[in-house]
Structures are given as structure tokens and as C-alpha cells.
């Protein structure tokens, strides 16, 4: 088993000797057996959440009513899920009720894909009621029981089944695909943050090309925001598409295709974060330098780390660059300053320097030609020279 597995077996081990029955559930126990790198891991237990957070020293109550809880333990988190049962869901969002179980067989049977419906004990017993494992054998992505009736109960397992095609380059069983298309009108009435985080996940996944063959046949993403108004959208995107990491990147992609939707709209209408709405920009605007003039200094000065490696990925899909991420890490190494505050002069300094000037907005427009030039490379970060500097250049400010 992998380290971390191993690690967390002490929690099912805590659980049970305290009485209760606990499993290794989701995607944990599917990445396991695809011979994959896991994620976090969940566990299930016949403990109650009380019954939880009387064994656990740090214990945080995330979705009570769902039976949900966080064990810290060991510096790791643990998503520790009682058994439980979901009863109607009338709106499509939450089911109306929900009956805690003494067993695992129910909790399975609520669950999306015969794939993720897997539990696997301390022994690493597998218990395994609708032939998930073979699914994962065949690679092969089909609802636990009826997929029209699942789907409806929650529409947003038909975004999930897309994002799982482009996560593990499995195929959707044909029973299933159909049961999507029958149903995904029912993916307007899901929260459009859920619909994101799915499709973030889907264009993130190593197998994203072989998921955009799914997702045109089933075009369930006609029924998402602005995607749905500007449904070529998807048959203009670069071939292949390349794992993006965040959403930032995807956003970025479909402004290039359709510069009429703003990353504002974008970044309204899909409800993403200010964080997102800055990927989203700063990629842009790397992508707008990277056509007129390449890998450049400024543009990777600008450029915030987290972002180099969708960059690379963008401009390959773009404008077949090679550029990878250490061509990029390599050029911001040989950078002068890597912020305005260490450049060599301030405000302050400027102000001295034109003692009878009211201070105004020209000392930032200042700042800003001076970092320019320094990190061009056409000026010095040196206090003396960047005086001379402004004294030779006394027009760019009047
Ligand atoms: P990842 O590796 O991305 O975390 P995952 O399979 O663990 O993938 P999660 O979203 O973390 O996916 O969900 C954990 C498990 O909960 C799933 O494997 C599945 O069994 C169940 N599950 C999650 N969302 C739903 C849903 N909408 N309907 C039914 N079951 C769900
Ligand atoms: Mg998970």
C-alpha cells in the first residue's frame, strides 16, 4: 500500500476498536486498484459523528447533517463519513432525508459510479457489490442502478462522469452515455460552483483529449453557462486539448476563442473566486506578450509562479511553443529584482529629487518605467545610476 494509506489505516484501526466498522471508500480505493496516485482519502464508518468526535482529539464538524466530519490526526486530514442513506431528493440538489446505517451495503449503493461504489477494509478486503472492479479492469464509467433515475436525483453525476472520462480516460458505458443525454437538461438547475469545480477537474485531467469525444457526443455543455450561448465554442478549442491545472487557465482558453465574453462575465457567470479571476488575467495578458514578443524577461517578471505551468501548456496549444517550465524558471533566475519593493529607489526617493513637484500620480507612473527598464535589463538596480537615469529622462514625467 502507499505510505499514506498505511498511515491512515490507524484511524480505521482507532474505529474499530472502539466497535465500529470502517472502510476505505471513493476514489481512494479506485485510484488504488487503477494503479494510481491517490488523492485524499475517505473513510466510512458505522460511528456516528458523535460517536467520532468522542475517539478523536481534533475533530471538525463539516457537514453534520450528512453525517460528515474532518479527523485531523498525524498532521493529515480525514474525511470520516457515517453509513448512511439517501432518501428522496425533490430538489434535485440535497436529499430530503438522510437515515445513518449500520452497515456499508446501503452507503455503496447511494453512491455514483460503479467505479467509486468501492470499500476496502484494514486487510485491504475489498467489498465490492456492483462489479466496480471490473469496471476499472475494462476502464469503463457506469451509474450505480438506473442512470436516468441517478442522474436525475442529482444531475451533476452526469458533469461527474464526463470529469471522470477525462481524469482516467475510461469510457462511459453506453447505457449510461445515453441516460446523460436524456437527462442533462437537469444540469441548469445544479449550483454553478458545482458545475466549476467538476470542470475544472475534467480540463485538469491527464486524459482530457479523450474526454472531449464525450463530451461533444453527449454536448451536455449546452446546459452550462456561457458555454451553452456559444456552443462552437468547444469545436474551436485547440486540438488536443492539454491538462490545464486551474480554472484560471480554462477561462483564458475560451477568451482567446471568444474575446465577446469577458474574464469578468466569465468569472461572474461561473461564480469563481477573485484568486481565479487573476489567473484568468495574468495568463491573458502573458499569452498577449508572449504573440508580439515571445519568452521575454518582462513577461516572466509578471508572470506569478503558479501560473508557468499552464503558460507553457496555453502557448503550446496556442502557438505550438516548446517552451517548458524550466525555459521560464531559467529566465526569472537571471532577474534583477522580482518585485517593485527591490528596486533600488522609492517613492521617497523621487519625491527628493524634485523637491518643488506636487506629488501626484506621476511618481508611480515613474516607478513603474524605471522597474521596466530594470528588469529589461537597460537599467541598473543601482541607487546612482537610476538618479542619472531620471535626470536624462526629466521628459517622461513632464
Ligand atoms: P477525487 O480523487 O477527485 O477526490 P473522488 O471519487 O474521491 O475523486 P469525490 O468528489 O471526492 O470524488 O467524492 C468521493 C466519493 O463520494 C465518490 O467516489 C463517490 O463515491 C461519492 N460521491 C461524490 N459525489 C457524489 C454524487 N454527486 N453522487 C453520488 N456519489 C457521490
Ligand atoms: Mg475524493
Not at 306 to 328: A, E, N
Request: hydrophobic residues 40%; aromatic residues 10%; contains cysteine.
Amino acid at each position: 500500500f502507499p505510505e499514506r494509506l498505511t498511515q491512515a489505516m490507524d484511524i480505521l484501526m482507532i474505529l474499530q476498536n472502539n466497535g465500529y466498522k470502517a472502510y476505505f471508500v471513493g476514489g481512494c480505493v479506485r485510484d488504488l486498484l487503477n494503479g494510481q496516485d491517490i488523492g485524499d482519502i475517505d473513510i466510512a464508518t458505522s460511528a456516528s459523528p458523535e460517536n467520532v468526535r468522542q475517539i478523536f482529539d481534533k475533530v471538525i464538524p463539516v457537514g453534520l447533517e450528512h453525517g460528515t466530519v474532518i479527523v485531523r490526526y498525524a498532521h493529515q486530514s480525514y474525511e470520516v463519513t457515517t453509513f448512511r442513506t439517501d432518501g428522496d431528493y425533490s430538489d434535485q440538489r440535497h436529499p430530503d432525508t438522510v437515515r445513518f446505517m449500520q452497515t456499508i451495503d446501503a452507503d455503496l449503493k447511494r453512491r455514483d459510479f460503479t467505479i467509486n461504489a468501492l470499500a476496502m477494509d484494514i486487510d485491504g478486503h475489498i467489498v465490492d457489490l456492483f462489479n466496480g472492479r471490473e469496471d476499472i479492469r475494462k476502464g469503463l464509467i457506469r451509474t450505480v442502478g438506473n442512470g436516468v433515475d441517478r442522474f436525475r436525483e442529482d444531475p451533476l453525476r452526469i458533469i461527474r462522469a464526463i470529469r471522470f472520462s477525462g481524469q482516467l480516460g475510461f469510457s462511459i458505458a453506453p447505457e449510461t452515455r445515453d441516460a446523460m443525454i436524456a437527462v442533462k437538461q437537469d444540469i441548469e438547475t445544479v449550483a454553478v460552483e458545482r458545475i466549476a469545480e467538476e470542470m475544472g477537474k475534467f480540463f485538469s485531467g491527464a486524459c482530457v483529449q479523450m474526454g472531449m469525444d464525450d463530451l461533444r457526443v453527449t454536448a451536455i455543455h449546452n446546459h452550462m453557462p456561457i458555454i451553452g450561448a456559444y456552443p462552437n465554442l468547444i469545436d474551436k478549442l485547440p486540438e488536443p486539448v492539454m491538462p490545464l491545472q486551474t480554472f484560471g487557465a480554462v477561462i483564458t482558453m475560451f477568451y482567446r476563442l471568444e474575446p465577446d465574453v469577458s474574464i469578468h462575465e466569465w468569472v461572474k457567470r461561473w461564480k469563481c473566486s477573485n484568486k481565479v479571476k487573476h489567473q484568468a488575467s495574468e495568463l491573458h495578458e502573458a499569452m498577449s506578450r508572449f504573440e508580439t514578443d515571445g519568452l521575454s524577461r518582462w513577461l516572466v517578471y509578471c508572470l506569478p509562479a503558479g501560473c508557468y505551468k499552464d503558460f507553457t501548456v496555453l502557448i503550446r496549444m496556442f502557438f505550438d511553443s516548446i517552451y517548458c517550465q524550466q525555459d521560464i524558471t531559467a529566465i526569472e533566475h537571471e532577474l534583477p529584482i522580482d518585485s517593485k519593493r527591490n528596486l533600488a529607489i522609492d517613492g521617497t526617493d523621487i519625491r527628493a529629487l524634485f523637491p518643488n513637484k506636487e506629488p501626484g500620480s506621476w511618481i508611480g507612473d515613474l516607478l513603474n518605467k524605471i522597474e521596466k527598464h530594470v528588469v529589461t535589463g537597460h537599467l541598473h538596480n543601482d541607487k546612482y545610476g537610476i538618479r542619472d537615469w531620471i535626470k536624462w529622462h526629466q521628459h517622461v514625467i513632464d
